[in-house]
């Protein structure tokens, strides 16, 4: 039986948001154009003239991110692994404000479905200029108790992820793009059962400074985000309401973070006025740390 992660899946205005199955595709991957039916070859970005990919943009901070950036003018590559029906939300969110979007579900754990996710956006909008490593997981949990399982999936989504897709973003972004990972505030907390995860957001870190060396003399910046408690499924799943309270009264500004706060803070990043910030972690976390 054919599932959806075989088909590679055009959905266009008109003809219901996933209406086409157009082909067998060696990789897991979907694709939703909800614009520009029948074209062949890459078409003009829409606004700014610059194309934007946000990884696990279906939801949280990704999906503020893709809508952020869309009202900058950048056509966006919106991308999910599960949710394909939020991605398409997201992408007919951004049409309806005059954006131009695509969705493409694509594991960023998988070299080559990421290989395919910047193919897609290269084929529709003729390139890529800023690339968001945002898709990330998180399992909690004592050293003691801590799965294998739980373990290796987030080393393969955040750490071997975001490597899959700056790798590709080093390899194909256009001279004075934007390259721009998640990192986290906890990596500066030591807070018991977060280590694992902190240590896989660490990486980011590490990640940028590398990078922005190795890109020298192109104008393109790299720079990780480390966002606090963002008030978003990753954060508050799994925490009783008097826990994500506790956090909030942590920062002086006695909330929690909303996705669109990050989605500000890289949308400045991308900005022409952000080019001098490089091979940096900023800390947006409303004060926590
Ligand atoms: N929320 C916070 O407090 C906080 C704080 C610091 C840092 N961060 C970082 O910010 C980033 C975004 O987090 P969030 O809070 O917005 O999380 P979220 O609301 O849970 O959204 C996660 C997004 O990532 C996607 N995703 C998960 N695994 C993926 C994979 N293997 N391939 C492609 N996409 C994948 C999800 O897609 P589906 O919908 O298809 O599952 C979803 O779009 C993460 O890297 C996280 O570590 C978050």
């Not at 029948?38 to 606004?47: E, K, M, R």
């Not at 754990?109 to 290269?122: G, I, N, T």
């Not at 720079?223 to 606090?228: D, L």
């Not at 309270?245 to 920062?251: L, P, V």
Request: proline share 4%; net charge positive; aromatic share 6%.
């Amino acid at each position: 039986m054919k599932t959806p992660s075989d088909e590679t899946t055009l959905s266009r205005k008109g003809q219901g948001r996933r209406g086409l199955v157009t082909a067998m595709a060696a990789a897991p991957l979907m694709l939703g154009v909800a614009s520009s039916f029948g074209a062949t070859s890459a078409t003009p970005p829409a606004g700014n003239g610059k194309a934007a990919i946000v990884t696990g943009s279906s939801r949280g901070i990704g999906a503020a991110t893709a809508r952020r950036l869309a009202r900058e003018g950048y056509a966006v590559t919106v991308n999910c692994e599960k949710n394909r029906e939020l991605a398409a939300a997201v992408v007919a969110e951004i049409e309806a404000a005059g954006g131009k979007a695509i969705w493409v579900q694509a594991d960023v754990s998988d070299p080559k479905a990421v290989s395919r996710l910047f193919d897609a956006c290269e084929k529709e909008f003729g390139g890529v200029d800023v690339a968001v490593a945002n898709a990330g997981i998180m399992h909690l949990g004592a050293f003691s108790e801590l799965s294998d399982q739980a373990f290796d999936r987030m080393w393969a989504v955040n750490a071997k992820g975001s490597f899959n897709t700056l790798r590709e973003a080093a390899r194909r972004i256009r001279d004075g793009g934007r390259i721009i990972c998640l990192s986290s505030s906890i990596t500066q907390l030591r807070t018991a059962t977060y280590g694992p995860y902190a240590a896989t957001k660490m990486a980011q870190d590490m990640f940028v400074g590398s990078l922005a060396k190795e890109l020298e003399g192109r104008g393109i910046s790299v720079n990780a985000i480390a966002p606090g408690v963002v008030n978003t499924p990753l954060f508050t799943d799994g925490k009783t309401p008097q826990q994500i309270a506790a956090f909030a009264q942590r920062t002086p500004h006695k909330r929690l973070g909303e996705p669109a706060d990050i989605a500000d803070v890289i949308a400045a990043l991308c900005s022409d006025k952000g080019a001098w910030v490089n091979g940096q972690t900023i800390f947006a976390n409303g004060g926590l740390v």
